[in-house]
């Protein structure tokens, strides 16, 4: 009878461990998931701040922000201002002839939402600001967009002029040498981004929303 007494006990010990363990494990994959789920969170918002939210859309900039008016040099050799391009909408870019992948693809995708646009492509500037002045002279910059086509704009001119007329945009421009040579590459915002008609920065989109998409937006905001 006490063996009998005896055995339960230890069934019941055992009982209550298993239970306490359980529990333990429990609230061990709560806080882990809480803190996954944290992550995720701060993530996601992050690239609402970017704007690259609702699957590459892009963001609407509200209210929009009036731009200053800044003067840069054109691929003609041609001093370009800015407020010139007022009464039509404009799809700015940043970028650099040297820039192995964002750069290129992004022009590509310039001209598939130009022809997106057929007709109502005539409403629209589209603007590639060098942020490589030292290399990017307006020879090369010419030269450069003649292979996507040779309507769209190029501006180029001092990192100093360049950062004045991305700060509205949040421009960034990192330089970065490659070890043991003279050579270097860019960091840059690779964001695109709409103006209106009255010189108004409308909205911003994310690197590699398709081109039917970003003729859409610009649609928009044409009428």
Not at 12 to 29: D, S
């Amino acid at each position: 009878m006490s063996e009998q007494k005896s055995s339960s006990a230890s069934l019941m010990t055992w009982l209550l461990l298993g239970t306490l363990m359980t529990g333990v494990i429990a609230v061990i994959l709560f806080f882990i998931l809480d803190a996954v789920r944290g992550n995720a969170k701060s993530s996601q918002a992050a690239i609402v701040a970017e704007g690259s939210e609702d699957e590459y859309t892009g963001s609407a900039i509200d209210p929009p922000v009036q731009l200053e008016d800044f003067t840069l040099t054109d691929q003609n050799g041609q001093p370009f201002q800015f407020s010139s391009l007022r009464g039509r909408v404009v799809l700015m870019f940043f970028g650099f002839t040297r820039c192995p992948d964002f750069c290129p693809t992004t022009l590509a995708d310039f001209t598939a939402i130009k022809r997106e646009l057929g007709d109502a492509a005539d409403e629209v500037a589209f603007v590639f600001i060098s942020v490589d002045g030292e290399r990017d002279t307006p020879e090369v910059i010419a030269d450069y967009l003649i292979a996507f086509d040779s309507s769209f704009i190029g501006l180029t001119g001092t990192t100093e002029a360049v950062l004045q007329a991305g700060a509205p945009f949040g421009l960034t421009i990192e330089r970065v040498n490659a070890a043991g040579s003279e050579e270097y590459t860019i960091n840059h915002t690779v964001a695109l981004f709409i103006i209106d008609r009255e010189g108004r920065w409308v909205r911003r989109i994310a690197y590699g929303t398709a081109p039917t998409v970003i003729a859409e937006q610009l649609r928009s905001v044409i009428q």
